[in-house]
C-alpha cells in the first residue's frame, strides 16, 4: 500500500476512520483501528490529527493566472462603500509610492447605484497624479482615473473593435472611467508594466499554496493561452505543479483559427497527467451587471 491516512473524522460517520490508498485509487476506508493490516515497510503513513477528510474540490470555472497576479494588487473583494474603497485606495498609494501604476481588482457592483456609476472623479479625489486602474470582481468591467484615460488616449473616446465592448462616456463627451469588457479594458492595461517571469513564477506559486490550502485538487481555468500553457509546463517540469489544471484555449470572435488548430495539435503531441488542454473556451458575450451579456429584448 503507498499511503495510509490515520486518525480522520469522515463527513457522517462516528469515530475516528482511516483511509488506504494505492497508485491512484482509495482500496479502503474503515476504523483506524483496523488499518494496520493495510500498512508495510514501505507505506507513507500521515496522522490526520483527527481531522476532517473530504475529497478534493474542483473548481469548474477559474482563473488561475490572473488570481495569481491579483495577489500582488490592491484586494478590493471585502470593499463595502465606495468611500471605504477610496480609503483603501489612499492607504495603498501611500504604502506604494515608487509604483507607476495602482492596479486592483475585487470590487463589487452592488457598491454603485444608477444616481451613482464608476466615474473617474471618485478616483481623481484620491489618486490624481498616478495612473489607477481597478477591475471588478468578475474581471468584465474596470475602473479608471483620468490620468489612464490620458496615458491609453482614450479620454475623449475610441472604438474597441467589439460592439459588446464600450468606453463609457458622459455627457460632456469624455471618458467616464468605467471600461466594459476586455477590448475595451486592453486599450488601458497594456500601458501597465507587465511583472517578469520569475514575478509571475512566485506568484503562481504563491497562488497553488493557497488553492491547496483551501482544498481544490484540480481547477478549470477558464482563460487559456500559450503563454500560460508554457508556465504551467515549467512548474510541471520543476515538480511545482500541485493541482490539476485544465486548460481551454480562450478563442473569441476574431480569435486566427489556426490557433485552435495547433492547439488541438499540441494537446495530443504533450499529455500529461497534471495539464489538460484538450479543450476551447468559446467567449461570446459578457455579464447582466455591466449590460453586456446578450439578451432577448433591450435591457
Known sequence: MDLILRNIVLPGQPGR?????NGDRIVWSGPD????????????????????????????HFHLHNGARALGMLRLEDAQSVADLQARLAAYAAANPNLPWLVGRGWRYRLFSADQLP????????VPNRPVLLTAFDGH??????????????????????????????????ATG??????AMD????????PNETELRHLLRRALHELAGLGLTCVHNMDGDEAQRTRYRE?????????????????SPGTDPHRITMWAADAHQHPHPFLQTDAVKLFVDGVVEAKTALMLAPY
Not at 476512520?17 to 490508498?21: F, P, R, T
Open 178 to 183: 468605467e471600461l466594459r469588457e476586455a477590448p
Open 119 to 126: 466615474n473617474r472623479r471618485l478616483l481623481d479625489a484620491v
Open 141 to 174: 468591467t474596470a475602473w479608471v482615473n483620468t490620468a489612464a484615460l490620458q496615458i491609453a488616449g482614450i479620454l475623449h473616446g475610441a472604438e474597441t473593435g467589439n460592439p459588446l465592448s464600450t468606453i463609457v462616456m458622459g455627457h460632456d463627451g469624455l
Open 17 to 21: 476512520y482511516a483511509i488506504a490508498i
Open 187 to 194: 486599450l488601458v492595461r497594456r500601458w501597465i508594466p507587465e
Open 33 to 60: 483501528g483496523n488499518a494496520s493490516q493495510w500498512q508495510s515497510a514501505t507505506t507513507h503513513v500521515i496522522d490526520g490529527g483527527g481531522m476532517l477528510a473530504l475529497p478534493g474540490l474542483t473548481d469548474c
Open 235 to 251: 512548474l510541471a517540469a520543476a515538480g511545482e505543479l500541485t493541482l490539476r489544471i485544465r486548460l481551454p484555449l480562450s478563442v
